[in-house]
């Protein structure tokens, strides 16, 4: 199965200020279809987890812009480029390259 | 976009089976496989398998290969997973999970972009 390491796995920032998550997978998420199958979600407190970010930097419908995906290969980066209190949570990245799909650790982001 | 809405708590003895449904509404349901994620207590997400409703055709992971059952009930657009010989560490909250995939060639290249509430499954004796 192919692993994917988040870093951290706790973060505390302050409103309006910029936070950032990383995310490393075990093996290449790049498809021969040139496309790559790497996702990032929000799971906020109580609630199902959310879709933010589809094949790497692509804003899901909804999310604000705020929120930004980065990377290639192995190597992902999630921003948040100013923090709002309604963005605590915890962040999970997701691979779907290959069966089975799996998620990062996750990251639990608070407000500081 | 689907809207996807789980059946009710359940409490389960241990060693017998719980049966979780999902109900698709509002969205395309044949086409796109139905996934089962679960989490435990404070823990992440783990992805237990997958059906295609149109082929009736289902993927599991290793982990629950010979445990789990996923079915689907295509008239009247559900998707129930069966977990047998249940154990306390299965309890968890229950997600449903719509993929769909943006590669025309493998159903299961794509994000889960519409999740169901959650079903809470506890196991005690």
């Known amino acids: 199965d192919i692993v994917l390491t988040q870093t951290p796995l706790s973060l505390s920032v302050t409103p309006g200020q910029p936070a950032s998550i990383s995310c490393k997978s075990s093996q290449s998420l790049l498809h021969s279809d040139g496309k790559t199958y790497f996702y990032w979600y929000l799971q906020r407190p109580g609630q199902p987890p959310q879709l933010l970010i589809y094949?790497?930097?692509n804003r899901f419908s909804g999310v604000p812009n705020r929120f930004s995906g980065s990377g290639s290969g192995t190597d992902f980066t999630l921003k948040i480029s100013r923090l709002e209190a309604e963005d605590v949570g915890v962040y999970y990245c997701m691979q779907s390259i290959l069966l089975p799909p799996t998620f990062g650790q996750g990251t639990k982001l608070q407000i500081k | 976009q689907v809207q996807l809405v789980q059946s009710g708590a359940e409490v389960k003895k241990p060693g017998s089976s719980v049966k979780v449904s999902c109900k698709a509404s509002g969205g395309t349901f044949s086409n796109y496989p139905i996934n089962w994620v679960r989490q435990a207590p404070g823990q992440g997400l783990e992805w237990m398998g997958g059906i295609i409703p149109i082929f009736d055709t289902g993927n599991y992971a290793q982990k629950f290969r010979d445990r789990v059952t996923i079915t689907t009930d295509e008239s009247a657009t559900t998707v129930y997973m069966e977990l047998s010989s249940l154990r306390s560490e299965d309890t968890a909250i229950y997600y449903c999970?719509?993929?769909?995939?943006?590669?025309?060639?493998?159903?299961?290249?794509?994000?889960?972009?519409?999740w169901g509430q959650g079903t809470l499954v506890t196991v005690s004796s």
């Open positions: 999970a719509r993929l769909t995939s943006s590669n025309n060639n493998d159903f299961w290249n794509g994000p889960f972009d519409s």
């Open positions: 094949e790497v930097s």
